[in-house]
């Protein structure tokens, strides 16, 4: 009897503990498997079912699930809302033997269609699955949030932001196959684009934030080489170390007006740029934020801008003299030798002496510091979150406004003439 009793707890210990409260199949007889996330309000997740393989083109989560009552004891029957995609749902994160994450799992689902009444995707909810598509359900009011790694290493290829989202963790879409991007209209709530969100999405190509961000966190699109343009939100204040950097394709962003801080490496390794504006708001530059070089603190590592118009009536705070690139030291007096005399410096008339006589503004030689009227310039924001289409004098449509004289037109159809400076 002893040793009976003995047995049992051992036994226990060795079987694998059930990780999902109940299962119920979904429209089309595929066996899904939920955990209860509130008994009181009577909602659930979509949880792990290790082992389990949804062999389908398109998965479809239902937006309710039922728990079956225990018929014996008279129990009834539980209907709870799905409200959420739970941790590590619909992943597959296994190495192969090569230790490569794949893109694909052992399920078959390319399209996962979401529920009416989603409101969050949690951490690694499909990380490395072979989920290309999210189909969101329409005019869903109750989204929230998308979790640390919810898609990281996945194949995914296209994701929309619904309006409603609030949040996005790091790492969120890190390593996926994303080829495009869409913020939906009318989000006033997403502020942060958080750290690595977008890291090494090589296949991303370009991409227009939301009018809600107001910071783009570190390394939130490093990586990302393949990207040509970037349109920032009008509402940017901060750029975060190394959001664009190893971005190589990356043609001169318009930063808009409001844009405040840039920190460590922010554009490292970008290609050469023929202009670079900053605006009349801008306070600090941190070290190597324009670098074009791809070895940070190498002599080559210089900025790679042929014009560069500051709008500052003041030389905006420089944290570090490397803000500029790398420079060498006089041997003698230690004094740095100036290493900026490709780059012309266009500052506000009246401010040329400041520029030139204030650390480390004073890199660049004196014969390319040169000044010009800036009244009236207040960068690119020009109602961004009302313009529906931007064309050129002859008539050609553009992504966004260029120098010199643009037509609007506006989603209430009005049109105007606006001149970028």
């Known amino acids: 009897m002893r040793k009976t009793l003995l047995f049992i707890p051992l036994l226990l210990l060795v079987l694998p503990a059930r990780a999902w409260d109940f299962c119920w199949p979904n429209e089309d007889g595929i066996m899904l498997y939920y955990n209860v996330v509130s008994q009181d309000e009577q909602c659930c997740e979509l949880a792990l079912c290790q082992g389990i393989e949804y062999n389908c083109d398109t998965l479809r989560i239902p937006e309710v699930a039922i728990s079956r009552g225990n018929q014996e004891r008279g129990d009834p029957d539980t209907t709870y809302a799905v409200i959420g995609i739970g941790t590590r749902a619909l992943s597959y994160a296994e190495m192969n033997k090569q230790g490569v994450y794949p893109y694909t799992g052992p399920s078959t689902f390319r399209v996962v269609q979401l529920p009416y009444g989603l409101s969050y995707i949690s951490n690694t909810a499909f990380n490395g699955s072979g989920v290309e598509e999210i189909v969101w359900p329409e005019n869903n009011e109750w989204f929230r949030s998308i979790g640390n790694r919810a898609f990281t290493k996945s194949a995914l290829q296209h994701i929309v932001i619904p309006k409603t989202t609030e949040a996005i963790g790091e790492y969120a879409f890190s390593d996926c196959l994303l080829n495009s991007v869409e913020f939906e209209e009318g989000n006033k709530k997403l502020t942060l684009i958080p750290d690595n969100c977008f890291y090494s999405c090589y296949w991303l190509t370009e991409i227009r934030l939301s009018p809600s961000i107001t910071e783009i966190g570190k390394s939130a699109f490093e990586g990302c080489w393949r990207m040509k343009?970037?349109?920032?939100?009008?509402?940017?204040?901060?750029?975060?170390?190394?959001?664009?950097?190893?971005?190589?394709?990356l043609e001169a962003p318009r930063l808009p007006y409001g844009l405040q801080f840039i920190k460590s490496y922010a554009f490292q390794g970008h290609p050469k740029w023929k202009s670079l504006e900053l605006p009349a708001t801008m306070c600090d530059i941190h070290e190597y934020a324009f670098s074009c070089g791809t070895i940070p603190g190498m002599a080559?590592?210089?900025?790679?801008?042929?014009?560069?118009?500051?709008?500052?009536?003041?030389?905006?705070?420089?944290?570090?003299?490397?803000?500029?690139?790398?420079?060498?030291?006089?041997?003698?007096?230690?004094?740095?030798?100036?290493?900026?005399?490709?780059?012309?410096?266009?500052?506000?008339?009246?401010?040329?002496?400041?520029?030139?006589?204030?650390?480390?503004?004073?890199?660049?030689?004196?014969?390319?510091?040169?000044?010009?009227?800036?009244?009236?310039?207040?960068?690119?924001?020009?109602?961004?979150?009302?313009?529906?289409?931007?064309?050129?004098?002859?008539?050609?449509?553009?992504?966004?406004?260029?120098?010199?004289?643009?037509?609007?037109?506006?989603?209430?159809?009005?049109?105007?003439?606006?001149?970028?400076?």
Not at 229 to 242: A, C, E, H, Q, Y
Request: with cysteine.
């Open 229 to 249: 343009t970037v349109r920032l939100s009008p509402n940017l204040k901060t750029i975060g170390s190394f959001a664009f950097s190893r971005c190589s394709g």
């Open 300 to 421: 080559y590592d210089r900025m790679g801008i042929d014009t560069l118009y500051v709008n500052c009536e003041t030389p905006p705070y420089c944290v570090s003299e490397f803000v500029f690139g790398a420079y060498t030291y006089d041997d003698e007096e230690r004094n740095y030798t100036s290493s900026i005399k490709k780059t012309w410096l266009v500052v506000p008339v009246g401010s040329v002496e400041e520029y030139a006589t204030t650390w480390p503004w004073t890199r660049f030689d004196i014969s390319h510091i040169i000044g010009r009227d800036v009244s009236g310039i207040k960068g690119t924001k020009v109602r961004e979150d009302g313009a529906e289409s931007i064309f050129s004098v002859d008539g050609r449509q553009m992504p966004e406004p260029r120098q010199g004289l643009n037509i609007i037109r506006y989603k209430d159809g009005t049109a105007k003439k606006v001149v970028v400076k």
